[in-house]
């Protein structure tokens, strides 16, 4: 089945700054790669996605980029702001063991933008 | 805008007792999911429905967790005794197909607790 790496696990940065989470997967046949925001004790709400025939796709100030050789996929943040804050989790869509496709997530990594 | 309706939002329960969580999935969903989030960690896929059929229950712990969907539309988790390891956030997603790169939808999740 699928298994998906997620770093770092935490980061901190200046308002204003970019921030990059990475994220690795395993199973070669994943063909779909969403990015979810939870804000504490809230559900987690897709933020971007890309699907295995893109490359790179950008909304305002949030980028996702994937390497399908290299089976792993980035989410960038531009001018960082405070609301930013929050735990992101990426996710591939690969195989399980039954056959059937479902989402794997990746243990998250906790934003901190400082004003 | 159309969500997935979860409750409770919080459950305490002693262990050995019995509990059960709800989720009605966005109105056209196809596909259920439930997952469970421990703090600090990636949601995790207990099982996944195709309409009302488990199509996928390889994570779930058969001995003490049940799900149904029977009329393909909401669906109930139940776990009979609970555990003090069972406690965590339960998650219930929706979305339009399996089979497809269809985006999944979060409900607000219950939080429970064994004490």
């Known amino acids: 089945g699928e298994n998906v790496e997620q770093h770092p696990s935490t980061l901190s940065v200046q308002e204003g700054d970019s921030a990059v989470i990475k994220c690795t997967y395993s199973?070669?046949?994943?063909?779909?790669f969403p990015w979810y925001k939870q804000e504490l004790g809230k559900r987690p709400q897709l933020i971007i996605d890309?699907?295995?025939?893109?490359g790179e796709k950008k909304d305002q100030r949030i980028a996702v980029t994937l390497n399908k050789t290299a089976k792993h996929f980035s989410l960038h943040i531009t001018e960082t702001q405070p609301e930013d804050s929050a735990v992101y989790f990426c996710a591939a869509r690969g195989f399980k063991d039954t056959g059937r496709r479902a989402l794997t997530f990746g243990s998250g990594t906790r934003l901190q933008v400082q004003p | 805008e159309a969500e997935v309706a979860q409750s409770p939002r919080y459950k305490i329960t002693e262990k050995s007792q019995a509990v059960a969580f709800w989720c009605d999935p966005i109105?056209?969903?196809?596909?259920l999911y439930w997952y469970r989030q421990i703090l600090g960690q990636g949601p995790e896929l207990l099982v996944q429905f195709q309409d009302e059929s488990v199509v996928d229950d390889s994570q779930l712990p058969k001995d003490r967790f049940s799900a149904e969907r029977l009329k393909g539309v909401d669906s109930t988790l139940k776990i009979q005794p609970a555990e003090l390891g069972d406690s965590a956030m339960y998650l219930c997603?929706?979305?339009w197909g399996q089979g497809t790169n269809t985006e999944a939808f979060f409900g607000q999740g219950t939080r429970l607790t064994v004490v």
């Open positions: 199973d070669s046949a994943s063909n779909y």
């Open positions: 890309i699907r295995s025939n893109v």
């Open positions: 997603a929706s979305s």
């Open positions: 109105s056209g969903h196809a596909t």
